[in-house]
């Protein structure tokens, strides 16, 4: 993290931690120890052994030293399995460890716990969010406003249809992160080239299932070493719902407008001003997620470009993906949980909205607009 101050004004401290140094290495490490133990209990290492190794997995190691050897080795696995070796100080288990795989396993196998970890702060705040919405449109089916097309007037809505669009668009976003993660979050097991050489046909696909279910991933068919369009579903889903979450802050800023005025973000202590001009009222939360929005199509792009990887192992194709998918990740959950504060105690004007509706001069009819929430809130 090249900067905490910049990356948290994007980012909640709990998306941060989760794709952070320590947790991290401590992925890194329980692929290790359920290893060991899968293999133990396949009879490739004594129970002994296994338990040596677990014991080394307990602590982690310097995070800075780990950074400048895995810098200069290119990749974690070769300093952290160094390390494991050291702390069993060269007894019979030392030779045990990482046995079968190789770097990209841990690589990809600690990726995909953290993504797991990070989908479970996706889903809290999502559903946070979806019954804030719920609830203000059930409160606003019949609040009549002024719909607007090409940024100028056009025919009454309600703002329970406003809200009910961004219901369905982060809901629908939030299905396919779910559909994505289904064939994302898989084990990375295969050694040197994918084959699973390095355990004997007797053993390979035992240790497998159980590596697998020890770590609470699904256990892949083969290998998928240079096979990443599961990863690349999984960025793609993440940019679509920080743009659907976008959309609602975007609509929500244009409102919050002077010249508008018909819905703002809620007042907090601190948060919204300016150092230059005590009046304004800045939605901070809105400015949270267009940046995301921003940003994110332009991550996912990058993974999308890392799909023809070489062979069966590409050279600098997945090493691209971890930052940029923790980047997605922290700038999506960001975007999720400033929206989610936002539609909580979202201020609304229903008396400027018909203001609004009165100058406009274009009716007052929104009886279809009402009912089209009934139908949508009813589903």
Request: neutral net charge.
């Amino acid at each position: 993290m090249v900067s905490l101050i910049r990356e948290r004004a994007a980012a909640t401290s709990e998306m941060l931690e989760i794709f952070g140094d320590a947790a991290l290495l401590r992925a890194a490490l329980d692929f290790e120890r359920e290893l060991a133990r899968a293999q133990a209990a396949e009879g490739l290492l004594d129970e002994a052994e296994a338990a040596a190794i677990a014991r080394a997995c307990q602590d982690l190691p310097n995070a800075s030293v780990m950074a400048e050897r895995a810098a200069h080795a290119g990749t974690l696995a070769i300093p952290l399995v160094a390390e494991l070796r050291a702390r069993l100080a060269g007894g019979p288990a030392a030779a045990k460890v990482h046995l079968g795989a190789t770097s990209q396993d841990v690589a990809d196998t600690a990726l995909m716990l953290q993504a797991k970890a990070g989908l479970q702060l996706i889903r809290q705040d999502g559903r946070r969010l979806g019954a804030a919405l719920r609830t203000l449109a059930h409160t606003h089916s019949a609040t009549p406003m002024l719909g607007r097309t090409l940024l100028q007037p056009a025919k009454p809505i309600t703002f329970g249809l406003k809200l009910t669009g961004w219901l369905l668009g982060v809901d629908g976003a939030l299905k396919r992160i779910s559909r994505e993660a289904a064939g994302a979050l898989v084990l990375q097991f295969g050694g040197g080239a994918g084959t699973l050489d390095g355990l004997g046909e007797g053993h390979a696909f035992a240790v497998v299932e159980r590596l697998a279910q020890a770590l609470g991933l699904s256990a892949p068919l083969t290998p998928w070493h240079a096979r990443r369009e599961s990863v690349a579903g999984l960025a793609s889903a993440l940019a679509i719902l920080a743009g659907a979450l976008g959309k609602m802050a975007g609509d929500i800023a244009l409102l919050s407008q002077a010249e508008v005025g018909e819905v703002f973000e809620p007042r907090l202590a601190g948060r919204g001003g300016s150092t230059a001009m005590a009046h304004k009222r800045n939605p901070t939360g809105c400015q949270v997620a267009r940046s995301a929005a921003i940003r994110a199509p332009h991550l996912a792009a990058t993974i999308l470009s890392a799909l023809p990887q070489e062979h069966e192992r590409g050279l600098g194709g997945w090493q691209a993906e971890a930052p940029v998918l923790a980047e997605l990740f922290c700038v999506t959950h960001g975007a999720l949980a400033a929206m989610a504060q936002a539609a909580e105690d979202l201020d609304v004007r229903p008396e400027r909205m018909a203001q609004n509706l009165r100058a406009a001069g274009v009716g007052d009819d929104f009886g279809m607009a009402a009912a089209l929430v009934a139908r949508a809130l009813a589903e």
